[in-house]
């Protein structure tokens, strides 16, 4: 059992439900909304914490009536499908989530590792971590951007932020003044783009959308609280996180640094590389760094091996 309850009360009919092992990946949470609707934004938390919400609230599993899924990360969609089929509830998500979610071949091409040498590595973590989200799942519906969306007394606005991928959607819960900032994560960790479809320059944008809303209250997908304190403060530091990736790999090419294989192994965007397929996103959001550096002439490439560009 974990050391802290499976749930908090955000505010009235608005739960948080809490992920195992802190809402780190693969785990994340997710947000229960007991309504007229019963409503599930997201479906990443361990189906225990969701299970033992919904009974201490006076619920059982197939009483739901709702999914509404945020992006097609496994740790988001998550027991979706194991959900609809045991309460044959409505599933949404953003009509740029279709692809990602519904099959395991369209999360893998989103992902962008479909042709990937890691990809069969990848596939066995998968297979390990969580065998749920290799099968097909069952899209019934899409939501539209700043259109609320009635769960009876509570009103959820989608607002589509992209960056984290092409589809992430936050949630304004009864308003915007508290946010479901999803990958919007917050933590040290920092921001994560290391998908095909991921993009800087969309999730630089989006968190300075959320700045300009100025909400009071953020709940992150990967941490335990909501963030009330200082959140845009949070938020700011957050967001220059690309900032100073991106000079880190400025002074790491310098060093010697100067192909992608040796920047992703000192390692360059994060401390430390816990498991081979890990290497595979740091390429990623290092590709992502260096194709921005080199259309803004800052450095050049040449066979592979980058350079820093002397002015």
């Known amino acids: 059992m974990p050391e802290y ?29 007991d309504d007229e609707i019963l409503t599930l ?10 299970e033992s919400t919904l009974r201490s609230l006076g619920h059982e599993l197939n009483e739901l009536d709702r999914i509404v899924l945020t992006h097609f990360h496994i740790d988001h969609k998550g027991h979706a499908e194991f959900l609809r089929e045991t309460s044959e509830c409505e599933v949404l998500c953003h009509p740029l989530s279709d692809h990602g979610i519904e099959t395991f071949r369209g999360m893998a091409e989103y992902y962008g ?3 990937h040498p890691r990809f069969s590595i990848w596939k066995s973590r998968i297979e390990s971590w969580l065998p749920h989200v290799t099968g097909d799942y069952i899209i019934t519906g899409h939501y539209t951007d700043r259109k609320p969306i009635s769960c009876g007394e509570v009103e959820i ?10 589809d992430h959607t936050c949630f304004g819960i009864n308003g915007l003044q508290t946010i479901f900032l999803v990958d919007i994560d917050l933590t040290r960790f920092g921001p994560w783009y290391g998908n095909e479809v991921s993009d ?7 968190i300075r959308t959320v700045i300009d809303i100025g909400p009071n ?13 200082n959140l845009n403060e949070r938020l700011t530091a957050y967001l220059m996180s690309f900032e100073e990736r991106e000079k880190r790999v400025l002074v790491n090419i310098a060093a010697g640094y100067d192909t992608i294989e040796k920047l992703a192994n000192a390692p360059t965007i994060y401390p430390r590389i816990p498991d081979e397929v890990f290497l595979l996103f740091e390429e990623f959001m290092l590709r992502k760094h260096i194709d921005l550096l080199e259309k803004e002439g800052k450095l050049n490439e040449n066979e592979g091996r980058f350079s820093i560009e002397r002015k």
Do not use: C, M
């Open 41 to 50: 934004i997201d479906a990443g938390s361990d189906k225990g914490q969701i």
């Open 200 to 206: 800087i320059r969309d999730f630089e944008k989006s």
């Open 5 to 33: 309850a499976a749930h908090l009360e955000i505010e009235p009919k608005v739960y948080l439900i809490r992920g195992l092992n802190k809402s780190r990946f693969p785990e994340a949470n997710s947000i229960l909304i």
């Open 113 to 115: 590792i479909s042709t």
């Open 157 to 166: 606005t989608p607002v589509h932020l992209p960056g984290h991928t092409v």
């Open 217 to 229: 209250v953020g709940i992150s997908s990967h941490l335990l609280e909501p963030v009330v304190d």
